[in-house]
């Protein structure tokens, strides 16, 4: 680890042990609607500064700190191209004693980052983006539009059934930007040389369904200081749109939070592994990650905000994968604002993912040159990263998070700073 992430971790050290030195004020509880409207102006080392707005809209009734409806919207763009168009809708009281959550997002990406598959292509620098030379090694072009219905029922206290459908629609191709040669890139390379055929390369429609279990114990979801929260469940998707493509995919999360310190000092962490059980999968729904609530807007990994934090977005792109996230969360100091309830927190952190199944074993081995088992011994590695965030909480649900990480292994990538919403998990 270099010493400017040595730094931000004792920097966190140094200011909890001063913590106990602010008072902690006591929290006014809150009722009815409450509104965060900001400007989306963040940053994301592989996407580049955000602009565009963004609304956190809770209605808290009387159930403060849980809220009986919860509504997100986004409209926003990243200096390296991608444009999202995103809302969100969660409420347990939409339907009596079933959580329902919608969400819809658009997403356009005319540079969407591609790292080649399973890990094995060595990240090279001088390939990246650069308009002198033409380059844009890693980029293909990718449309998304991604609508979510899940639902959630109780089976006892704290056990509830999952089912749920979804339809996603990825638009591929070459990039189409005249200061870049479209077809020196890893992915236009891949198509020709038959790693994925020419209408995998193209994209396609999906139809995913979900069914499974969630136990949760939090005592409350978005910074819970105490309980656990497990989700396992299958996501199935026939071939209804005769591309030959038929898959049954498990995704299982266990993620526990554990109070050190009066809800002052939480360390949590989250074990996960995703993975083709049945049937195969096209290449372009591999990078998704599949979840009940969407913390972030983006879906995709391992690596980048969503995952492992400061690999490079999408580095890992396996049949399976495993990742572990985990943090020491720490309150530092309280305040009250503009009538609502503040606090202040970091998060330094851990992360680490491997791809656990190998994906296109056959067709890597020819373009590599090299044997099944040998590409398998070079996938299966641990990747790591490690930094520190700062987090700003109102009203214990709205979250403004900065995070600065950096990877164990120079091929994984360069140090990132993500300025975006919510803890990750």
Known sequence: MKKSSLRLILAAAALVAAAPLWAQEEEEHVEGWNFGVLPCVSYNSDLGFQYGVC??????????????????????????????????????????????????????????????????????????????????????????????????????????????????????????????????????????????????????????????????????????????????YLNGSPDFFGDGYNYLRLAAHFRQYLTLWRDR????????????????????TQQNISTLFLRQTCTDGLGGINTVRCLLAQRLVGDSYAWLNSELRIKLFSFKLIGANWYVATNPLLDAGMVTSLYKGEELSAYYGKSVSDLRSEALKLHCSAGAGLKLVMNQNFIISAEYAKPFKVTDGDSAVYIALNYIF
């Open 55 to 232: 609304a956190d809209i809770f209605n808290y009734a009387n159930l403060y700190p849980d809220y009986r409806q919860r509504m997100y919207v986004e409209l926003s763009r990243y200096t390296k191209g991608q444009t999202l168009v995103h809302g969100q809708f969660d409420s347990e009281h939409l339907i009596p004693g079933i959580r329902t959550t919608f969400s819809a997002s658009y997403q356009y990406d005319p540079m969407f980052l591609f790292y080649g598959l399973n890990g094995l292509e060595l990240y090279d620098k001088t390939l990246d983006v650069n308009k002198e030379t033409r380059t844009a090694f890693y980029d293909y072009k990718r449309s998304m539009v991604r609508v979510l219905a899940d639902f959630q029922g109780k089976i006892t206290r704290n056990l509830r059934w999952v089912g749920g459908v979804s339809y996603w629609y990825y638009g591929l191709s070459d990039i189409d930007m005249e200061d870049y040669d479209a077809e020196n890139s890893l992915f236009s390379k891949m198509r020709t040389a038959g790693v994925f055929s020419a209408a995998e390369a193209s994209g396609g429609h999906r139809v995913e369904f979900k069914a499974g279990a969630v136990l949760d114990t939090r005592d409350n979801e978005s910074a819970p200081n105490r309980g656990l929260w497990l989700e396992a």
């Open 265 to 284: 000092m939480v360390f949590a962490y989250h074990l996960a592994y995703q993975g083709t059980v049945l049937g195969e999968a096209p290449f372009y």
